[in-house]
T-cell receptor, first 115, second 113 residues
Framework: DADVTQTPRNRITKTGKRIMLECSQTKGHDRMYWYRQDPGLGLRLIYYSFDVKDINKGEISDGYSVSRQAQAKFSLSLESAIPNQTALYFC??????????????FGSGTRLTVV | GENVGLHLPTLSVQEGDNSIINCAYSNSASDYFIWYKQESGKGPQFIIDIRSNMDKRQGQRVTVLLNKTVKHLSLQIAATQPGDSAVYFCAENGAGGYNKLIFGAGTRLAVHP
């Protein structure tokens, strides 16, 4: 099983619909992140959480919300999807203790298309 | 709109040649840098990292060079193989600490037989 699992892998939804992307991890990490990837723009941080009671906005949080249901689960919601939210979304975890790679582990991504 | 359909720069190399991928980082306070490889349909994978107290670090077939004066990072891949074809991007830790990484846009490496 993957260390960081994202569901669904692919999703097509209509404008105005609510959609939730889910992420679960078996790394035992406290820190979890949601990134968005668009062509030519790299990974941009949407929200991050350093523990179950901690939620922080990233650089592009407008139009998104998150929920940290447990240490192992961090979900991203689009309350009313719009076409420019079409992108590849990645969940990541990190140990938060420095060291090699800061302990970052990425999921395989969710490709979301809003029509 | 946000997504203007920008295309990644592409580096095309022949199999067996050496590849050099460059990255300009943004924050002079960054003291930790990482190179990632992203294959189609997969999440980013760690390749190699370097701290700001070093200017060179070698791994297996890969070398990272850091020039803090001009805020430039490069990844050298020796004897490039078809399996190296992917998007490569750098990351920096911004203002330091272990909070979160800032990622560059990436370069696509295409290896031709």
């Amino acid at each position: 099983d993957a260390d960081v699992t994202q569901t669904p892998r692919n999703r097509i939804t209509k404008t105005g619909k609510r959609i939730m992307l889910e992420c679960s991890q078996t790394k035992g990490h406290d820190r979890m992140y949601w990134y968005r990837q668009d062509p030519g723009l790299g990974l941009r941080l949407i929200y991050y959480s350093f523990d179950v009671k901690d939620i922080n906005k990233g650089e592009i949080s407008d139009g998104y919300s998150v929920s940290r249901q447990a240490q192992a689960k961090f979900s991203l919601s689009l309350e009313s999807a719009i076409p420019n939210q079409t992108a590849l979304y990645f969940c990541a975890t990190s140990s938060g203790t420095g060291g090699i790679n800061y302990g970052y582990t990425f999921g395989s991504g969710t490709r979301l298309t809003v029509v | 709109g946000e997504n203007v359909g920008l295309h990644l720069p592409t580096l095309s190399v022949q199999e067996g040649d050496n590849s050099i991928i460059n990255c300009a980082y943004s924050n002079s306070a960054s003291d930790y840098f990482i190179w990632y490889k992203q294959e189609s349909g997969k999440g980013p994978q760690f390749i190699i990292d370097i701290r700001s107290n070093m200017d060179k670090r070698q791994g297996q077939r890969v070398t990272v060079l850091l020039n803090k004066t001009v805020k430039h990072l490069s990844l050298q891949i020796a004897a490039t193989q078809p399996g190296d074809s992917a998007v490569y991007f750098c990351a920096e830790n911004g203002a330091g600490g272990y909070n979160k990484l800032i990622f560059g846009a990436g370069t696509r490496l295409a290896v031709h037989p």
